[in-house]
């Protein structure tokens, strides 16, 4: 199972969460907020204003996502989905 696992992960899209990996993850944004890749503050941007910095918290991924994503997960809750990978 781990070796099959393992030539498995090349194959995906690196924001496809993988069991073991280290992750960064901001817990909520209000809906008009998106994180703003300024690679000197990681703020928040508030619609087209830079907002305060998020409070950035660290966790490991210990099970894989019950549901397809696809990159628009990372932008919020997609249509039709239930949970969310941010």
Do not use: C
């Amino acid at each position: 199972m781990l070796m099959e696992t393992l030539r498995e992960w090349p194959k995906l899209p690196s924001y496809v969460p993988r069991v073991g990996e280290l992750v960064l993850f901001v817990r909520s944004l209000a809906p008009d907020e998106s994180l703003g890749w300024d690679k000197d503050t990681w703020r928040v941007l508030a619609g087209r204003e830079w907002a305060d910095k998020p409070r950035w918290e660290a966790g490991v991924i210990t099970q894989m996502p019950t549901e397809a994503i696809t990159d628009d997960d990372l932008k919020g809750v997609s249509i039709g989905k239930e949970h969310n990978v941010v």
